[in-house]
C-alpha cells in the first residue's frame, strides 16, 4: 500500500511563499500521477494540481501561474512551489496517488492520501 507523507506547511504573510514537500513509499513512485488538493475550514476539498508521471502539469485556475507542481523521482517525492500567497490559500493541503489518466483533476479517482500540511496566510 503506498504511504504518503507531506511537509512543509506553516504560518506566512500575504505575497510570501512556501514549498510542500510529499514523500512517498510502498510503491513505485515513477509510475504515479500525483495530485494536490486542498480544503479550508467549512468547504469541500478543492483540486490544486497534478503532475504526471512524463512530468506534465495541470493546475486549477485560482493558482495557476503562482503555485509550480515538480517530481523527484530519485528522492519519491513531489513539491508544490506556491508564491505570491494570498489568504484564500489558507488551506490543509494533500498529496495523493492515482494510477489513473482520466479526470485526475476529480478528489475521488484518488484512492491515497498524505495525512495533510496546514499552510495559513496572514494579511
Known amino acids: 500500500q503506498v504511504q504518503l507523507v507531506e511537509s512543509g506547511g506553516g504560518l506566512v504573510q500575504a505575497g510570501g511563499s512556501l514549498r510542500l514537500s510529499c514523500a512517498a513509499s510502498g510503491g513505485t513512485f515513477s509510475t504515479y500521477t500525483m495530485g494536490w488538493f486542498r480544503q479550508a475550514p467549512g468547504k469541500e476539498r478543492e483540486f490544486v494540481g497534478f503532475?504526471?508521471?512524463?512530468?506534465?502539469?495541470n493546475y486549477a485556475d485560482s493558482v495557476k501561474g503562482r503555485f509550480t507542481i515538480s517530481r523527484d523521482n530519485a528522492k519519491n517525492t513531489v513539491y508544490l512551489q506556491m508564491n505570491s500567497l494570498k489568504p484564500e490559500d489558507t488551506a490543509v493541503y494533500y498529496c495523493?496517488?492515482?494510477?489513473?489518466?482520466?479526470?485526475?483533476?476529480?478528489?475521488?479517482?484518488?484512492?491515497?492520501w498524505g495525512q495533510g500540511t496546514q499552510v495559513t496566510v496572514s494579511s
Open positions: 503532475i504526471t508521471r512524463g512530468s506534465l502539469t
Open positions: 495523493a496517488v492515482t494510477t489513473r489518466v482520466l479526470r485526475i483533476d476529480l478528489s475521488r479517482n484518488y484512492n491515497y
